[in-house]
Nanobody, 129 residues
Framework: HFQVVQSGGGMVQAGGSLKLSCTAS????????IGWYRQGPGEGREGVSC????????YYEASLKGRFTISKDNTKKTAYLEMRSLNPDDTGVYYC??????????????????????WGQGTQVTVSS
């Protein structure tokens, strides 16, 4: 039974930083990947960043690269998303998901929810101007 649990998020002023965590369970090997997604108010889901927990390969949505950093700690089965220079457009619910079968790392960030093996509970990120 695959599961991911998120932590972090909250409210921050524009220009501030936040760090999200996504801890996986049920995965017996490191052959899985974790993706971060977000959904802004009235918007669809957007892939933010994804990481392979074995190879460390990463992908970033182009407009976020440079401000967001994804990292991992295999000993804790946890992936992190560090977000800097936040602005109100970054406001939304952030989700993490995990998958054991993928073709390309960028494809994970565009993967339908039903294709993921586990999906987090979501965490609110609010950036005030």
């Amino acid at each position: 039974h695959f599961q991911v649990v998120q932590s972090g998020g909250g409210m921050v002023q524009a220009g501030g930083s936040l760090k999200l965590s996504c801890t996986a369970s049920g995965f017996t090997e490191d052959r899985y990947a974790i993706g971060w997604y977000r959904q802004g108010p009235g918007e669809g889901r957007e892939g933010v960043s994804c990481i392979s927990m074995d190879s460390g390969d990463t992908y970033y949505e182009a407009s976020l690269k440079g401000r967001f950093t994804i990292s991992k700690d295999n000993t804790k089965k946890t992936a992190y998303l560090e977000m800097r220079s936040l602005n109100p457009d970054d406001t939304g619910v952030y989700y993490c998901g995990a998958v054991t079968d993928w073709a390309t790392i960028d494809g994970i960030c565009n993967m339908p929810i039903d294709d993921l093996d586990a999906w987090g509970q979501g965490t609110q990120v609010t950036v005030s101007s």
